[in-house]
Protein backbone atom coordinates (compact mmCIF):
# COMPACT_ATOMS: atom_id res chain seq x y z
CA UNK A 1 0.00 0.00 0.00
CA UNK A 2 3.02 2.17 0.14
CA UNK A 3 2.02 5.97 -1.58
CA UNK A 4 4.21 7.05 -4.43
CA UNK A 5 5.33 9.35 -1.36
CA UNK A 6 6.66 6.87 1.06
CA UNK A 7 10.19 6.96 0.78
CA UNK A 8 11.44 3.23 -0.82
CA UNK A 9 14.48 1.24 0.93
CA UNK A 10 17.43 -0.04 -0.64
CA UNK A 11 16.69 -3.15 1.13
CA UNK A 12 13.20 -3.46 1.86
CA UNK A 13 13.35 -6.06 4.16
CA UNK A 14 15.04 -3.93 6.49
CA UNK A 15 12.73 -2.08 7.98
CA UNK A 16 10.19 -5.47 8.38
CA UNK A 17 13.32 -6.80 10.16
CA UNK A 18 13.22 -3.94 12.87
CA UNK A 19 9.63 -4.06 13.76
CA UNK A 20 9.60 -8.01 13.59
CA UNK A 21 11.13 -8.57 17.28
CA UNK A 22 8.63 -5.81 18.70
CA UNK A 23 5.37 -6.84 16.67
CA UNK A 24 5.99 -10.19 17.43
CA UNK A 25 6.34 -9.82 21.19
CA UNK A 26 3.84 -7.58 21.83
CA UNK A 27 1.43 -9.48 20.17
CA UNK A 28 1.94 -12.76 22.37
CA UNK A 29 2.09 -10.20 25.04
CA UNK A 30 -0.96 -8.81 24.28
CA UNK A 31 -3.41 -11.29 22.24
CA UNK A 32 -1.52 -14.38 23.51
CA UNK A 33 -1.52 -14.06 26.84
CA UNK A 34 -5.55 -12.50 26.41
CA UNK A 35 -6.13 -16.22 25.10
CA UNK A 36 -4.40 -18.09 27.12
CA UNK A 37 -6.03 -15.61 30.08
CA UNK A 38 -9.30 -16.47 28.13
CA UNK A 39 -8.45 -20.58 28.43
CA UNK A 40 -7.61 -20.60 32.19
CA UNK A 41 -11.04 -19.00 32.70
CA UNK A 42 -13.05 -21.94 30.99
CA UNK A 43 -10.13 -24.70 32.96
CA UNK A 44 -10.69 -25.99 36.37
CA UNK A 45 -7.68 -24.28 37.43
CA UNK A 46 -7.61 -23.59 41.15
CA UNK A 47 -4.49 -23.20 42.95
CA UNK A 48 -2.54 -24.14 40.20
CA UNK A 49 -2.92 -24.04 36.52
CA UNK A 50 -5.04 -26.84 35.35
CA UNK A 51 -6.07 -27.55 31.36
CA UNK A 52 -9.23 -29.52 31.78
CA UNK A 53 -11.64 -27.45 30.07
CA UNK A 54 -15.01 -27.39 32.38
CA UNK A 55 -16.70 -24.50 30.22
CA UNK A 56 -18.45 -21.48 32.11
CA UNK A 57 -18.53 -22.42 34.81
CA UNK A 58 -15.97 -20.81 36.33
CA UNK A 59 -18.27 -17.43 35.51
CA UNK A 60 -21.03 -19.13 36.74
CA UNK A 61 -19.17 -19.44 40.03
CA UNK A 62 -18.25 -15.47 39.25
CA UNK A 63 -21.64 -14.43 38.95
CA UNK A 64 -23.10 -16.10 41.86
CA UNK A 65 -19.82 -14.56 43.85
CA UNK A 66 -21.39 -11.86 46.31
CA UNK A 67 -18.11 -10.54 46.68
CA UNK A 68 -17.63 -10.08 43.10
CA UNK A 69 -20.67 -7.99 42.40
CA UNK A 70 -19.83 -6.11 45.71
CA UNK A 71 -16.52 -5.45 43.78
CA UNK A 72 -18.81 -4.69 40.24
CA UNK A 73 -21.28 -2.36 42.29
CA UNK A 74 -18.22 -0.47 43.87
CA UNK A 75 -16.56 -0.37 40.90
CA UNK A 76 -19.80 1.33 39.60
CA UNK A 77 -20.07 3.70 42.71
CA UNK A 78 -16.51 5.05 42.37
CA UNK A 79 -16.49 5.50 38.23
CA UNK A 80 -19.53 7.45 38.44
CA UNK A 81 -18.70 9.62 40.85
CA UNK A 82 -14.64 9.47 40.13
CA UNK A 83 -15.23 10.17 36.70
CA UNK A 84 -18.06 13.19 37.26
CA UNK A 85 -16.83 14.52 39.66
CA UNK A 86 -12.89 14.77 38.35
CA UNK A 87 -14.24 15.99 34.85
CA UNK A 88 -16.62 18.68 36.94
CA UNK A 89 -13.96 19.68 39.39
CA UNK A 90 -11.47 19.68 36.27
CA UNK A 91 -13.38 21.72 33.74
CA UNK A 92 -14.31 23.77 36.48
CA UNK A 93 -10.60 24.63 37.69
CA UNK A 94 -9.71 25.22 33.41
CA UNK A 95 -12.39 27.45 32.92
CA UNK A 96 -11.50 30.17 36.12
CA UNK A 97 -7.53 29.53 34.92
CA UNK A 98 -8.79 30.63 31.54
CA UNK A 99 -9.41 33.78 33.08
CA UNK A 100 -6.19 35.39 32.20
CA UNK A 101 -4.71 34.76 35.88
CA UNK A 102 -1.55 36.23 36.92
CA UNK A 103 0.44 33.18 37.81
CA UNK A 104 -1.19 30.72 36.29
CA UNK A 105 1.71 28.58 35.67
CA UNK A 106 2.45 27.68 38.82
CA UNK A 107 -1.33 27.24 40.15
CA UNK A 108 -1.20 24.29 37.54
CA UNK A 109 1.73 23.35 38.53
CA UNK A 110 -0.09 22.79 42.00
CA UNK A 111 -3.27 21.15 40.68
CA UNK A 112 -1.43 18.71 38.66
CA UNK A 113 1.77 17.41 40.99
CA UNK A 114 -0.62 14.77 42.58
CA UNK A 115 -1.03 12.52 39.20
CA UNK A 116 3.57 12.34 38.90
CA UNK A 117 3.47 10.45 42.24
CA UNK A 118 2.19 6.66 42.79
CA UNK A 119 -1.44 5.83 44.30
CA UNK A 120 0.41 3.96 47.21
CA UNK A 121 2.03 7.00 48.15
CA UNK A 122 -1.01 9.22 47.93
CA UNK A 123 -3.17 6.13 49.37
CA UNK A 124 -0.86 6.04 52.29
CA UNK A 125 -1.11 10.07 52.50
CA UNK A 126 -4.88 10.15 52.12
CA UNK A 127 -5.01 6.89 54.73
CA UNK A 128 -3.65 8.95 57.37
CA UNK A 129 -5.61 11.93 57.05
CA UNK A 130 -8.45 10.47 56.63
CA UNK A 131 -7.56 8.08 60.22
CA UNK A 132 -10.88 8.22 62.24
CA UNK A 133 -9.11 9.21 65.30
CA UNK A 134 -5.93 11.25 64.55
CA UNK A 135 -7.05 12.47 60.83
CA UNK A 136 -8.94 14.93 59.93
CA UNK A 137 -11.65 14.10 62.42
CA UNK A 138 -9.31 15.61 64.93
CA UNK A 139 -9.15 18.76 63.38
CA UNK A 140 -12.56 19.63 63.09
CA UNK A 141 -12.81 18.88 66.00
CA UNK A 142 -9.90 20.89 67.41
CA UNK A 143 -12.09 23.80 65.95
CA UNK A 144 -14.80 23.10 68.04
CA UNK A 145 -16.69 20.62 66.26
CA UNK A 146 -17.17 18.28 69.15
CA UNK A 147 -19.21 15.58 67.87
CA UNK A 148 -17.73 15.67 64.53
CA UNK A 149 -17.38 12.03 63.38
CA UNK A 150 -15.32 11.27 60.04
CA UNK A 151 -14.65 7.32 60.43
CA UNK A 152 -15.45 6.03 56.36
CA UNK A 153 -12.14 4.38 56.14
CA UNK A 154 -13.54 1.74 58.42
CA UNK A 155 -17.01 2.24 57.93
CA UNK A 156 -18.07 -0.43 55.67
CA UNK A 157 -21.11 1.78 53.89
CA UNK A 158 -18.46 4.59 53.14
CA UNK A 159 -14.91 2.74 52.58
CA UNK A 160 -15.59 3.30 48.69
CA UNK A 161 -15.92 6.67 48.78
CA UNK A 162 -12.96 7.56 50.44
CA UNK A 163 -11.47 5.89 47.29
CA UNK A 164 -13.66 8.26 45.54
CA UNK A 165 -11.68 11.46 47.15
CA UNK A 166 -8.08 10.31 46.94
CA UNK A 167 -8.95 9.25 42.99
CA UNK A 168 -10.60 12.75 42.22
CA UNK A 169 -7.67 14.64 43.86
CA UNK A 170 -5.05 13.18 42.12
CA UNK A 171 -6.82 13.37 38.41
CA UNK A 172 -8.78 16.70 38.53
CA UNK A 173 -5.23 18.43 37.63
CA UNK A 174 -4.60 16.09 35.21
CA UNK A 175 -8.36 16.56 33.59
CA UNK A 176 -7.86 20.33 34.01
CA UNK A 177 -4.98 20.37 31.59
CA UNK A 178 -6.72 18.77 29.27
CA UNK A 179 -9.48 21.07 29.34
CA UNK A 180 -7.27 24.02 29.60
CA UNK A 181 -5.71 22.86 26.41
CA UNK A 182 -9.05 22.52 24.64
CA UNK A 183 -10.19 26.10 25.58
CA UNK A 184 -6.72 27.52 24.40
CA UNK A 185 -7.77 26.15 20.96
CA UNK A 186 -11.02 27.93 20.77
CA UNK A 187 -11.32 31.07 18.57
CA UNK A 188 -11.14 33.97 20.53
CA UNK A 189 -13.25 35.57 17.27
CA UNK A 190 -16.46 33.99 18.32
CA UNK A 191 -16.44 34.46 22.31
CA UNK A 192 -15.32 38.35 21.05
CA UNK A 193 -18.20 38.37 19.08
CA UNK A 194 -20.78 37.07 21.87
CA UNK A 195 -19.58 39.76 24.09
CA UNK A 196 -20.33 42.27 21.67
CA UNK A 197 -23.92 40.94 21.21
CA UNK A 198 -24.56 41.76 24.88
CA UNK A 199 -23.91 37.67 26.61
CA UNK A 200 -22.93 37.51 30.03
CA UNK A 201 -19.85 35.16 30.74
CA UNK A 202 -21.76 32.56 32.23
CA UNK A 203 -23.87 32.20 29.45
CA UNK A 204 -21.22 32.85 26.87
CA UNK A 205 -19.34 29.46 28.55
CA UNK A 206 -22.46 27.37 28.90
CA UNK A 207 -24.19 28.23 25.71
CA UNK A 208 -20.63 28.20 22.97
CA UNK A 209 -17.44 27.44 25.03
CA UNK A 210 -18.27 24.23 26.51
CA UNK A 211 -20.75 22.90 23.66
CA UNK A 212 -17.57 23.00 21.32
CA UNK A 213 -15.30 20.96 23.64
CA UNK A 214 -16.94 17.80 22.88
CA UNK A 215 -13.72 15.95 21.65
CA UNK A 216 -12.14 16.80 24.72
CA UNK A 217 -15.09 15.87 27.01
CA UNK A 218 -14.78 11.91 24.80
CA UNK A 219 -11.05 11.17 25.51
CA UNK A 220 -11.04 13.05 28.92
CA UNK A 221 -13.89 9.86 29.65
CA UNK A 222 -12.20 7.65 28.14
CA UNK A 223 -9.29 8.11 30.07
CA UNK A 224 -10.99 8.72 33.23
CA UNK A 225 -13.05 5.37 32.46
CA UNK A 226 -10.20 3.30 31.81
CA UNK A 227 -7.80 4.62 34.58
CA UNK A 228 -11.62 3.73 36.82
CA UNK A 229 -11.96 0.32 35.56
CA UNK A 230 -7.96 -0.37 36.16
CA UNK A 231 -7.84 1.21 39.89
CA UNK A 232 -5.70 -1.27 41.97
CA UNK A 233 -3.41 0.42 43.53
CA UNK A 234 -5.39 3.54 45.17
CA UNK A 235 -7.76 1.06 46.42
CA UNK A 236 -4.71 -1.66 48.14
CA UNK A 237 -3.04 1.41 49.56
CA UNK A 238 -6.14 3.30 51.00
CA UNK A 239 -8.60 0.33 52.66
CA UNK A 240 -6.92 -3.19 51.17
CA UNK A 241 -10.06 -4.09 49.69
CA UNK A 242 -11.69 -3.28 53.24
CA UNK A 243 -13.37 -3.65 55.81
CA UNK A 244 -14.09 -7.30 55.37
CA UNK A 245 -14.05 -6.41 51.11
CA UNK A 246 -16.38 -3.43 51.45
CA UNK A 247 -14.47 -1.77 49.36
CA UNK A 248 -13.29 -4.11 47.03
CA UNK A 249 -12.89 -3.62 43.13
CA UNK A 250 -12.86 -6.46 40.19
CA UNK A 251 -8.77 -5.66 40.01
CA UNK A 252 -8.35 -6.17 43.89
CA UNK A 253 -10.61 -9.01 43.72
CA UNK A 254 -8.76 -10.52 40.78
CA UNK A 255 -5.83 -10.36 42.35
CA UNK A 256 -7.27 -12.19 45.59
CA UNK A 257 -8.60 -14.78 44.07
CA UNK A 258 -5.73 -15.55 41.35
CA UNK A 259 -2.60 -14.87 43.79
CA UNK A 260 -3.64 -14.98 47.39
CA UNK A 261 -6.97 -17.27 47.22
CA UNK A 262 -6.33 -19.91 45.40
CA UNK A 263 -8.94 -19.37 42.53
CA UNK A 264 -6.81 -19.24 39.20
CA UNK A 265 -9.76 -20.39 37.15
CA UNK A 266 -11.83 -17.39 38.69
CA UNK A 267 -9.07 -14.97 38.59
CA UNK A 268 -8.99 -15.13 35.14
CA UNK A 269 -12.82 -15.24 34.38
CA UNK A 270 -13.06 -11.74 36.56
CA UNK A 271 -10.02 -10.33 34.17
CA UNK A 272 -11.88 -11.55 30.89
CA UNK A 273 -15.13 -9.27 32.80
CA UNK A 274 -12.38 -6.50 32.81
CA UNK A 275 -10.86 -6.38 29.42
CA UNK A 276 -14.63 -6.86 27.69
CA UNK A 277 -15.45 -3.84 29.49
CA UNK A 278 -12.21 -1.68 28.48
CA UNK A 279 -12.57 -3.15 24.94
CA UNK A 280 -16.21 -2.27 24.75
CA UNK A 281 -15.28 1.35 25.47
CA UNK A 282 -11.51 1.40 23.57
CA UNK A 283 -12.49 -0.48 20.60
CA UNK A 284 -14.44 1.76 18.87
CA UNK A 285 -12.50 4.38 19.88
CA UNK A 286 -9.51 3.03 18.64
CA UNK A 287 -11.62 2.19 15.23
CA UNK A 288 -12.62 5.75 14.61
CA UNK A 289 -9.35 7.22 15.64
CA UNK A 290 -7.59 5.19 12.84
CA UNK A 291 -10.17 5.35 10.31
CA UNK A 292 -10.41 9.35 10.11
CA UNK A 293 -6.35 9.61 10.11
CA UNK A 294 -6.29 7.67 6.86
CA UNK B 1 -17.74 44.87 39.93
CA UNK B 2 -14.57 43.61 37.59
CA UNK B 3 -12.25 43.70 40.78
CA UNK B 4 -15.11 42.13 42.85
CA UNK B 5 -14.95 38.80 40.30
CA UNK B 6 -11.44 38.93 40.17
CA UNK B 7 -11.79 38.91 43.84
CA UNK B 8 -13.97 35.34 43.81
CA UNK B 9 -11.82 33.14 41.18
CA UNK B 10 -8.34 34.22 42.97
CA UNK B 11 -9.86 33.08 46.13
CA UNK B 12 -11.40 30.25 44.92
CA UNK B 13 -8.42 29.29 42.72
CA UNK B 14 -6.49 29.77 46.06
CA UNK B 15 -8.19 27.54 47.83
CA UNK B 16 -8.05 24.72 45.61
CA UNK B 17 -4.55 24.72 45.29
CA UNK B 18 -4.18 24.66 49.36
CA UNK B 19 -6.58 21.88 49.01
CA UNK B 20 -4.23 20.13 46.30
CA UNK B 21 -0.93 21.32 48.74
CA UNK B 22 -2.68 20.04 51.73
CA UNK B 23 -1.88 16.23 51.37
CA UNK B 24 1.60 16.82 50.40
CA UNK B 25 2.33 19.42 53.77
CA UNK B 26 0.54 16.83 56.12
CA UNK B 27 3.19 14.50 54.71
CA UNK B 28 5.76 16.37 54.86
CA UNK B 29 5.16 17.72 58.88
CA UNK B 30 3.91 14.30 60.23
CA UNK B 31 6.96 13.22 58.87
CA UNK B 32 9.19 15.77 60.88
CA UNK B 33 7.27 15.20 64.40
CA UNK B 34 7.87 12.22 66.93
CA UNK B 35 5.28 10.17 68.08
CA UNK B 36 4.49 11.88 71.50
CA UNK B 37 3.79 15.02 69.38
CA UNK B 38 1.54 13.27 66.39
CA UNK B 39 -0.66 11.21 69.48
CA UNK B 40 -1.57 14.98 70.88
CA UNK B 41 -2.86 15.76 67.42
CA UNK B 42 -2.79 18.75 65.38
CA UNK B 43 -2.80 17.48 61.59
CA UNK B 44 -2.21 20.56 60.35
CA UNK B 45 0.26 22.24 63.21
CA UNK B 46 3.29 22.76 62.42
CA UNK B 47 6.30 20.34 64.22
CA UNK B 48 7.09 22.07 67.30
CA UNK B 49 10.78 20.83 67.40
CA UNK B 50 11.62 19.38 63.86
CA UNK B 51 13.74 16.03 63.55
CA UNK B 52 14.86 13.61 60.63
CA UNK B 53 14.46 10.60 63.16
CA UNK B 54 11.14 9.15 61.04
CA UNK B 55 13.51 9.81 57.57
CA UNK B 56 16.25 8.04 59.30
CA UNK B 57 14.24 5.25 60.47
CA UNK B 58 12.03 4.70 57.11
CA UNK B 59 14.99 4.46 55.26
CA UNK B 60 17.10 2.11 56.89
CA UNK B 61 15.61 0.22 59.70
CA UNK B 62 12.00 0.28 59.43
CA UNK B 63 9.99 -3.09 59.55
CA UNK B 64 8.63 -4.41 56.22
CA UNK B 65 6.62 -7.37 57.80
CA UNK B 66 9.28 -9.75 58.83
CA UNK B 67 12.15 -7.75 57.36
CA UNK B 68 13.38 -4.25 59.30
CA UNK B 69 15.77 -2.81 56.92
CA UNK B 70 13.64 0.10 55.93
CA UNK B 71 12.72 1.25 52.81
CA UNK B 72 16.78 1.26 51.43
CA UNK B 73 16.85 -1.80 49.51
CA UNK B 74 13.66 -1.73 47.91
CA UNK B 75 14.69 1.81 46.81
CA UNK B 76 17.52 0.21 45.18
CA UNK B 77 15.56 -2.18 43.53
CA UNK B 78 13.42 0.41 41.80
CA UNK B 79 16.29 2.18 40.64
CA UNK B 80 17.66 -0.41 39.07
CA UNK B 81 15.02 -2.01 37.24
CA UNK B 82 13.54 1.54 35.88
CA UNK B 83 17.32 2.88 34.18
CA UNK B 84 17.37 -0.10 31.62
CA UNK B 85 13.41 -0.65 31.79
CA UNK B 86 13.52 3.09 30.78
CA UNK B 87 16.24 3.45 27.62
CA UNK B 88 15.14 -0.53 26.34
CA UNK B 89 11.65 0.51 26.12
CA UNK B 90 12.32 4.26 24.68
CA UNK B 91 15.45 2.78 22.18
CA UNK B 92 12.53 0.34 20.62
CA UNK B 93 9.66 2.73 20.51
CA UNK B 94 11.48 5.28 18.84
CA UNK B 95 12.74 2.63 15.93
CA UNK B 96 9.23 1.36 15.85
CA UNK B 97 8.00 4.71 15.04
CA UNK B 98 10.31 5.57 13.03
CA UNK B 99 9.36 2.54 10.70
CA UNK B 100 6.10 2.95 11.10
CA UNK B 101 5.62 6.58 9.83
CA UNK B 102 8.83 7.12 7.14
CA UNK B 103 9.26 3.52 6.15
CA UNK B 104 5.60 2.29 5.68
CA UNK B 105 4.79 -0.94 4.42
CA UNK B 106 1.67 -3.27 3.64
CA UNK B 107 -0.35 -3.92 6.68
CA UNK B 108 1.99 -1.60 8.82
CA UNK B 109 -0.41 0.42 10.12
CA UNK B 110 -3.04 -1.95 10.89
CA UNK B 111 -0.33 -3.82 12.91
CA UNK B 112 0.61 -0.55 14.64
CA UNK B 113 -3.25 -0.18 15.22
CA UNK B 114 -3.40 -3.44 16.60
CA UNK B 115 -0.53 -2.87 19.13
CA UNK B 116 -2.36 0.15 20.10
CA UNK B 117 -5.03 -1.89 22.19
CA UNK B 118 -2.09 -2.85 24.29
CA UNK B 119 -1.75 0.93 25.70
CA UNK B 120 -5.39 0.35 27.09
CA UNK B 121 -5.66 -3.22 27.77
CA UNK B 122 -6.54 -4.19 31.38
CA UNK B 123 -3.19 -5.43 33.11
CA UNK B 124 -5.05 -7.92 34.97
CA UNK B 125 -5.66 -10.23 31.76
CA UNK B 126 -1.72 -10.71 31.50
CA UNK B 127 -0.93 -11.57 35.23
CA UNK B 128 -1.20 -14.89 35.13
CA UNK B 129 -0.31 -16.14 31.95
CA UNK B 130 3.09 -13.82 32.51
CA UNK B 131 4.05 -15.36 35.64
CA UNK B 132 3.84 -18.52 33.83
CA UNK B 133 5.61 -17.14 31.05
CA UNK B 134 8.28 -15.88 33.16
CA UNK B 135 8.75 -19.01 35.14
CA UNK B 136 9.64 -21.37 31.74
CA UNK B 137 12.19 -18.02 31.05
CA UNK B 138 13.97 -18.43 34.82
CA UNK B 139 13.38 -15.02 35.20
CA UNK B 140 9.97 -15.04 37.42
CA UNK B 141 10.77 -13.32 41.13
CA UNK B 142 13.88 -11.44 39.51
CA UNK B 143 14.45 -7.97 38.77
CA UNK B 144 15.06 -9.07 35.28
CA UNK B 145 11.52 -10.50 35.04
CA UNK B 146 10.04 -6.76 36.15
CA UNK B 147 12.31 -5.50 33.60
CA UNK B 148 11.27 -7.69 31.25
CA UNK B 149 7.23 -7.28 31.83
CA UNK B 150 8.13 -3.66 32.28
CA UNK B 151 9.81 -3.42 27.98
CA UNK B 152 6.65 -5.09 26.82
CA UNK B 153 4.10 -3.42 28.74
CA UNK B 154 6.09 -0.03 27.32
CA UNK B 155 6.56 -0.66 23.63
CA UNK B 156 2.76 0.10 22.69
CA UNK B 157 3.18 3.80 24.43
CA UNK B 158 6.48 4.47 23.33
CA UNK B 159 5.66 3.78 19.84
CA UNK B 160 3.03 5.40 19.97
CA UNK B 161 4.33 8.66 21.07
CA UNK B 162 7.33 8.44 18.78
CA UNK B 163 4.85 7.56 15.68
CA UNK B 164 2.75 10.60 16.49
CA UNK B 165 6.37 12.97 16.62
CA UNK B 166 7.65 11.59 13.42
CA UNK B 167 4.23 11.42 11.37
CA UNK B 168 5.09 15.39 11.77
CA UNK B 169 8.66 14.99 10.56
CA UNK B 170 8.81 16.24 6.12
CA UNK B 171 9.06 12.66 4.22
CA UNK B 172 10.61 15.32 2.08
CA UNK B 173 13.78 15.44 4.94
CA UNK B 174 13.96 11.62 4.36
CA UNK B 175 13.91 11.30 0.30
CA UNK B 176 16.78 14.12 0.25
CA UNK B 177 18.89 11.84 2.81
CA UNK B 178 18.47 9.19 0.52
CA UNK B 179 19.61 10.70 -3.33
CA UNK B 180 22.47 11.55 -1.32
CA UNK B 181 23.10 7.68 -0.50
CA UNK B 182 22.13 7.51 3.00
CA UNK B 183 20.41 4.29 4.23
CA UNK B 184 17.99 3.18 6.68
CA UNK B 185 20.00 3.53 9.68
CA UNK B 186 22.18 6.61 8.96
CA UNK B 187 19.00 8.14 8.15
CA UNK B 188 17.74 7.40 11.29
CA UNK B 189 21.26 8.28 13.48
CA UNK B 190 22.13 11.21 11.36
CA UNK B 191 18.31 12.92 10.58
CA UNK B 192 15.89 11.84 12.72
CA UNK B 193 17.75 11.41 15.89
CA UNK B 194 19.04 14.41 15.81
CA UNK B 195 15.26 16.07 15.61
CA UNK B 196 13.58 13.84 18.38
CA UNK B 197 15.07 15.47 21.40
CA UNK B 198 11.56 16.42 22.73
CA UNK B 199 9.61 13.52 22.27
CA UNK B 200 12.73 11.77 23.45
CA UNK B 201 12.40 13.76 26.80
CA UNK B 202 8.73 13.05 26.68
CA UNK B 203 8.93 9.34 26.67
CA UNK B 204 11.65 9.12 28.87
CA UNK B 205 9.91 10.98 31.93
CA UNK B 206 6.58 9.19 30.53
CA UNK B 207 8.28 5.84 30.74
CA UNK B 208 10.10 6.35 34.20
CA UNK B 209 6.84 7.69 36.20
CA UNK B 210 5.19 5.10 35.38
CA UNK B 211 7.27 2.36 35.95
CA UNK B 212 8.54 3.77 39.53
CA UNK B 213 4.95 3.95 40.14
CA UNK B 214 4.16 0.67 39.37
CA UNK B 215 2.40 -1.58 41.87
CA UNK B 216 0.54 -4.41 40.24
CA UNK B 217 3.61 -5.78 38.23
CA UNK B 218 5.51 -4.97 41.37
CA UNK B 219 3.57 -6.94 43.57
CA UNK B 220 2.76 -9.94 41.50
CA UNK B 221 5.89 -10.86 39.74
CA UNK B 222 8.80 -9.69 42.44
CA UNK B 223 10.38 -11.70 44.60
CA UNK B 224 11.77 -11.32 48.26
CA UNK B 225 14.81 -9.42 47.54
CA UNK B 226 13.85 -7.40 44.15
CA UNK B 227 10.43 -5.73 45.47
CA UNK B 228 10.30 -2.10 44.34
CA UNK B 229 10.01 0.73 46.48
CA UNK B 230 6.30 0.88 46.28
CA UNK B 231 5.50 -2.59 47.27
CA UNK B 232 7.89 -2.06 50.37
CA UNK B 233 5.98 1.21 51.37
CA UNK B 234 2.71 -0.78 50.90
CA UNK B 235 4.48 -3.14 53.28
CA UNK B 236 5.71 -0.86 55.74
CA UNK B 237 2.79 1.12 55.58
CA UNK B 238 0.88 -2.20 56.13
CA UNK B 239 3.46 -3.76 59.06
CA UNK B 240 1.12 -3.98 62.21
CA UNK B 241 2.95 -3.21 65.19
CA UNK B 242 2.18 -2.19 68.66
CA UNK B 243 2.53 0.87 67.92
CA UNK B 244 1.98 2.80 64.55
CA UNK B 245 4.18 5.49 63.38
CA UNK B 246 2.67 7.30 61.14
CA UNK B 247 5.91 9.28 61.11
CA UNK B 248 7.84 6.86 59.50
CA UNK B 249 4.95 6.22 57.05
CA UNK B 250 4.96 9.71 56.10
CA UNK B 251 8.77 9.83 55.98
CA UNK B 252 8.71 6.37 53.65
CA UNK B 253 5.71 7.53 51.54
CA UNK B 254 7.83 10.97 50.80
CA UNK B 255 10.77 8.68 49.81
CA UNK B 256 9.06 6.63 47.60
CA UNK B 257 7.92 10.23 45.92
CA UNK B 258 10.79 11.85 45.69
CA UNK B 259 12.17 10.60 42.30
CA UNK B 260 9.17 11.39 40.21
CA UNK B 261 8.22 14.80 42.44
CA UNK B 262 11.79 15.94 41.77
CA UNK B 263 11.26 15.13 37.51
CA UNK B 264 8.14 16.95 37.91
CA UNK B 265 9.50 20.31 39.39
CA UNK B 266 12.35 20.03 37.16
CA UNK B 267 10.97 19.45 33.78
CA UNK B 268 6.93 19.41 34.58
CA UNK B 269 6.11 21.18 30.88
CA UNK B 270 7.84 17.97 29.51
CA UNK B 271 5.29 15.38 32.27
CA UNK B 272 2.45 17.44 31.08
CA UNK B 273 3.09 16.97 27.27
CA UNK B 274 3.47 13.19 28.07
CA UNK B 275 0.35 13.11 29.89
CA UNK B 276 -1.88 14.24 27.18
CA UNK B 277 -0.01 12.88 24.68
CA UNK B 278 -0.57 9.67 26.15
CA UNK B 279 -4.15 10.72 26.78
CA UNK B 280 -5.89 12.35 23.67
CA UNK B 281 -4.00 10.74 20.68
CA UNK B 282 -5.28 7.43 19.54
Known amino acids: ?9 NQPWLPKLVLAPSFILSFLFIYGLIAWNGYLSVSASRLLPNYEFVGLEQYVTLFDSERWWVAAKNLGIFGVLFIGCGMALGLFLAILLDQKIRAEGALRT ?38 FTFDWLINPDYAIYTVVIAGVW ?19 SIIKAAQVDGASLPRIYLRIIIPSLGPVFFSTLLVL ?31 AMAFSRGQI ?10 LATIAAIVVPYLYSELRTKR | MQNFHRFVIWSLLLGFAAIFLAPLYVMLVTSLKDMNEIRSGG ?7 PTLDAWAKAWSSACTGTDCGGLKPFFTNSALMVVPAVLVSTALGAVNGYVISKWRFRGSELMFGLMLF ?37 IPSTTLFFRNYYVGLPDELIKAAMLDGAGFWRIFWRIV ?5 PILVVTLIWQFTNIWNDFLYGVVFSGGDSKPVTVGLNNLANTSSVVKEYNVDMAAAMIAALPTLAIYVIAGKYFVRGLTAGAVKG
Open chain 1, 110 to 147: IYLYPMALSFIVTGTAWKWILNPGLGLENVVRGWGFEN
Open chain 1, 225 to 255: AHIAIKSFDLVIALTNGGPGYASDVPATYMY
Open chain 1, 1 to 9: MSSPSTPRP
Open chain 2, 193 to 197: LPLSA
Open chain 1, 170 to 188: QSSGFVMALFLAGLRGIDD
Open chain 2, 43 to 49: LLSLPGS
Open chain 1, 265 to 274: GLGAASATIM
Open chain 2, 118 to 154: GVFMPMQVVLLPMSQVLGWLGISSSLWGLIFVHVLAG
